[in-house]
């Protein structure tokens, strides 16, 4: 079992920055990825960004040139440094870590709220 932790979130005018964190229970060095995901009750759950074995790293085309994932092994940490916000990053924000093909885990989440 992995648990997960995310904070970081808060009310933030367009243009503006946040760096969520997500601090796991135990090292993520051997997981297969670990991904934010977010939610608006608008849309379905939605994959932003990921970083997979071996530091590839993924981002969807909305947050791409703004959006910045990167982790520290050392503190069993994840990140996601948000710039250039915009009201449509509005949403929940979930932490996804993948162990194996049957064992994903998840975070509370942490709400990220941008005002026009």
């Known amino acids: 079992q992995v648990q997960l932790v995310e904070s970081g979130g808060g009310l933030v005018q367009a243009g503006g920055s946040l760096k969520l964190s997500c601090v796991a229970s135990r090292s993520l060095f051997s997981m297969l990825a670990v991904a934010w995901y977010r939610q608006s009750p608008e849309k379905e759950r939605e994959l932003v960004a990921q970083?997979?074995?071996?530091?590839?790293?993924f981002y969807a085309d909305f947050v791409k040139g703004r959006f910045t994932i990167s982790g520290d092994s050392a503190k069993n940490t994840v990140y996601l440094q948000m710039n250039a916000l915009k009201p449509d990053d509005t949403g929940v924000y979930f932490c996804?870590?993948?162990?194996?093909?049957?064992?994903?885990?998840w975070g509370q989440g942490t709400q990220v709220t941008v005002s026009s």
């Open positions: 970083i997979a074995r071996g530091a590839e790293t």
């Open positions: 996804h870590v993948v162990e194996s093909r049957i064992r994903k885990y």
